[in-house]
Nanobody, 127 residues
């Protein structure tokens, strides 16, 4: 049974940093696209970042415009983990953050293209 479990959420002040982690179990995702989405209060789920493998040790990442230059997605295939480093956060980053994995190795920004989801972790940024 595939499971994705997020951790690292919490309360952070504006301008601060937070690192989210996603632990995958049940299968390996080393050759699959993985992503982070978020759902702000009262809004739809939105794409944050995605990463896919392009070679033995190379990856391609893409980001939503709202987080570009502030957030970094990375992965550790040996540990079956994916991370989201969040820097210079602001109150608009407040949301439940979800980890997602696809059955394909293509970076996509559409939630429906991902096959596995975690339960989410709350991130709250205070002003």
């Amino acid at each position: 049974q595939v499971q994705l479990v997020e951790s690292g959420g919490g309360l952070v002040q504006a301008g601060g940093s937070l690192r989210l982690s996603c632990a995958a179990s049940g299968r390996t995702f080393s050759s699959n696209a993985m992503a982070w989405f978020r759902q702000p209060p009262g809004k739809e789920r939105e794409f944050v970042a995605s990463i896919a493998r392009t070679g033995p040790n190379t990856y391609y990442a893409t980001y939503a415009d709202s987080v570009k230059g502030r957030f970094t997605i990375s992965r550790d295939n040996a540990k079956n983990m994916v991370y989201l480093q969040m820097n210079s956060v602001n109150p608009e980053d407040t949301a439940v953050y979800y980890c997602a994995a696809a059955n394909r190795n293509v970076v996509v920004t559409i939630a429906e293209r991902y096959d596995f989801w975690g339960q989410g972790t709350q991130v709250t940024v205070s002003s």
